[in-house]
């Protein structure tokens, strides 16, 4: 498709598919209905959505099939793909474990040294024990690779690690992190040399930028007696001054203020001893910093 629109490939389906979906949406790409269509045209930015493996995507942009993508950062280093990472997007977040039996426990990585590790990401491993001077096997397996001890296959695994439930299960617990991933924009190297799509890019990097910006801060009005404003200005964070607006009760203040989504908790119990009430917590679609 030589249309000139900015190629972009995201994960078909899968842990990513969604939240990538809705990271467009709220960048305000306008993206149809596309039930098991590989490409899709995005009604209001030039911009083709290419809906694909997500082992395929970092081979795919190195090579300018896709012009940028989203996909895991564990994928990325797996593949070797020679691509630029653009921007860590927030989501999708996993571990790369170590694991091994419950009843060993591992303090030291040299420990690991002339053992066999199983795992299906054996170039990070490799990069792992490259970067500690560790010797030891890796055993490629593609799939449920927490059996591989008990199996006798392997001593130890490497493996994405979330509750930890499928450890238990295979009796086995966690030892220490070999990566922690996210899902991440990448893009093709040889962009730059587009001028055309480079610019659409950077048009969509502010877009993402912005709507990061955004799921990070929440929007916080109240209102404060007018001789409590200076105690409440105190507890704000002093990232900006906040906005001030008269009330129809003389007396009285409107306080607006932009605040990091996790902090309203902290601070509310303050602002309340402060003076202020009628506290309204409100999601912010896009920010422009
Ligand atoms: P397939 O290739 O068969 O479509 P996959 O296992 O490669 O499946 P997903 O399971 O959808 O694909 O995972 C996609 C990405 O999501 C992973 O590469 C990883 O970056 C991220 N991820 C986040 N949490 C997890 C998790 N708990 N388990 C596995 N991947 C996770
Ligand atoms: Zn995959």
Not at 9 to 22: D, N, V, Y
Not at 28 to 40: C, M, Q, T
Not at 236 to 259: F, G, N, Q, R, Y
């Amino acid at each position: 498709m030589a249309n000139g629109n900015l190629k972009l490939a995201i994960q078909k389906s899968g842990r990513l598919s969604e939240k990538s979906l809705q990271l467009l949406r709220t960048c305000g790409l306008d993206i149809e209905n596309y039930s098991n269509r590989l490409i899709v045209t995005t009604r209001n930015y030039e911009l083709d959505l290419l809906f694909l493996r997500d082992d395929d995507i970092p081979e795919y942009v190195q090579d300018g099939v896709a012009d940028v993508g989203i996909v895991g950062e564990d994928v990325v280093i797996e593949k070797e793909a020679d691509v630029e990472m653009i921007k860590k997007l927030g989501f999708g977040k996993c571990r790369l474990m170590l694991a091994g039996p419950e009843n060993e426990d591992i303090k030291e990585i040299q420990e690991i040294n002339g053992k066999r590790v199983a795992t299906s990401y054996p170039k990070i491993l490799a990069n792992y024990f490259r970067d500690n001077k560790i010797q030891a096997k890796i055993i490629q397996i593609s799939g449920s690779v927490e059996i591989a001890p008990s199996l006798g296959v392997a001593d130890y695994i490497c493996d994405i690690v979330s509750t930890g439930n499928t450890l238990k299960l295979n009796k086995l617990k966690k030892y220490m992190t070999v990566f922690d991933s996210e899902a991440v924009l990448i893009g093709n190297k040889n962009i730059e040399k587009d001028s055309d799509k480079y610019s659409k890019l950077k048009n969509l990097i502010v877009r993402i930028e912005s709507a990061l910006n955004a799921k990070n801060s929440k929007y916080l009005m109240m209102n404060v007696p007018k001789d409590s404003l200076e105690r409440v200005r105190e507890v704000l964070p002093s990232l900006k001054s906040p906005t001030i607006l008269p009330l129809a009760d003389e007396s009285m203040l409107a306080v607006h203020a932009v605040i990091p989504s996790d902090m309203f908790w902290e601070i509310q119990k303050d602002l309340h001893e402060a003076g202020a009430s009628g506290l309204l917590l409100v999601p912010i679609e896009n920010m422009i910093l």
